[in-house]
């Protein structure tokens, strides 16, 4: 596995593991980020669909799917941009900004990777 697909394997360990945890104990989590609790699903959707990203990354990573790889670094970027956005905007708190630090952090790795 290539010094980039391995970036991607790693974070969607991450994924692999945020999204049961959205799913299966959800208000733990949200108590921990200083959320409210909720008894709506959205926020297992959402776990849910972290583990259906986490699915693409890790078989973009196995396989070795550069243009894959590349356009994770992109929407992981985005991430981050779009957290400090609710946060300015007053949408959440921001203790949220912590996300897209580590999917910032997770895709210049990858990004570094892809140059060398």
């Known amino acids: 596995m290539s010094r ?3 970036t991607v394997f790693v974070f969607s360990i991450y ?9 299966v104990i959800p208000n733990t989590f949200l108590a921990v980020f200083g ?3 909720t ?4 926020i297992r959707v ?3 669909l972290v583990c259906i990203l986490g699915f693409y990354y890790f078989t973009a990573a196995r ?3 550069i243009p894959m ?3 994770t670094v992109y929407s992981r970027i ?3 941009v779009f957290l400090v956005a609710f946060v300015v905007l007053g949408f959440a708190p921001a203790t949220l900004i912590l996300f897209g630090l580590v999917d910032f952090f997770t895709a210049a790795w990858t990004a570094m990777a892809l140059r060398s």
């Open 63 to 65: 396989n070795e799917i």
């Open 4 to 6: 980039a697909a391995t």
């Open 35 to 37: 959320f409210p609790e």
């Open 39 to 42: 008894a709506e699903v959205w």
């Open 15 to 23: 994924l692999f593991v945020l999204g049961p945890v959205l799913v």
């Open 69 to 71: 790889i590349r356009a």
């Open 46 to 48: 959402v776990g849910m």
């Open 78 to 80: 985005a991430v981050l």
